[in-house]
């Protein structure tokens, strides 16, 4: 069965370093998004791509992070400089497609990287 | 912002009982979707019920669905140790020019011990 895969499944690093994590969706999915997982909490939206174009990037802190889906596949998060409260689980999901009668489509979630700042 | 608050926030039961868990959310929808996630794990979408429709079931889970209270409630029968994980309701909300997004839950976290 075709999965989402996230690699690191888990990172430490010291503060003021950057991070990379990196997702590779189901084969056809045309829809890409990165969330935040703090402990205790339910996932928060950070990106939502279609394709290789962002769709909505309103939660994410783009004074330290960024994403990319260049050829509109695989996607790397980035986190520079990573800060204590960033520790979280960052997790990828994917879905057929955002538009639409779409809402409907479920979505595919990775195994996720659990990231740890010290 | 998260719009779904699960109720309740943990839940101990024993094997063979059946457990209940409710969402209530803010605005209205298109449709509301449950997931599962094991510790440390992704997420698992489990069913989506539409805005339509005030029942639904798969296998062991029944969902309802009451939009004039903006709440709904999966029901798990018969539990198992297996069930064990925190259980996450998730609306949809708009975004960009035709895009959905999802708004998930604090999560309700099951204990099922057998």
């Known amino acids: 069965e075709a999965e989402v895969a996230q690699s690191p499944r888990y990172k430490i690093t010291e503060k003021s370093q950057a991070v990379a994590f990196w997702c590779d969706p189901i084969s056809g999915h045309a829809t890409l998004y990165w969330y935040r997982q703090i402990l205790g909490q339910g996932p928060e939206l950070l990106v939502q791509?279609?394709?290789?174009?962002?769709?909505?990037d309103s939660q994410l802190p783009k004074d330290r992070f960024s994403a990319e889906r260049l050829k509109g596949v695989d996607s790397t998060l980035k986190i520079q400089p990573a800060e204590l409260g960033d520790s979280a689980m960052y997790l990828c999901?994917?879905?057929?497609?955002?538009?639409?009668?779409?809402?409907?489509?479920?979505?595919?979630f990775g195994p996720g990287t659990r990231l740890t700042v010290l | 912002s998260q719009q779904g608050e699960e109720d309740p926030q943990a839940l101990s039961i024993q094997e063979g009982e059946n457990a209940t868990m409710n969402c209530s959310y803010k605005?209205?929808?298109?449709?509301l979707q449950w997931y599962r996630q094991n510790s440390g794990r992704g997420l698992v979408h489990l069913i989506l019920i539409r805005s339509n429709e005030r029942e639904k079931h798969s296998g062991r889970l029944r969902v309802t669905l009451d939009t004039s209270k903006k709440s709904s409630s999966l029901l798990i029968t018969a539990s198992r140790a297996a069930d064990t994980a925190s259980y996450f309701c998730?609306?949809?909300?708009?975004?960009?020019?035709?895009?959905?997004?999802?708004?998930f839950g604090k999560g309700t976290s099951l204990l099922v011990t057998p």
């Open positions: 999901a994917s879905s057929w497609t955002s538009g639409g009668l779409s809402s409907y489509n479920e979505q595919f």
């Open positions: 605005t209205s929808i298109n449709n």
């Open positions: 998730a609306t949809d909300r708009s975004v960009g020019n035709s895009g959905y997004a999802l708004n």
């Open positions: 791509f279609q394709d290789e174009s962002v769709v909505d």
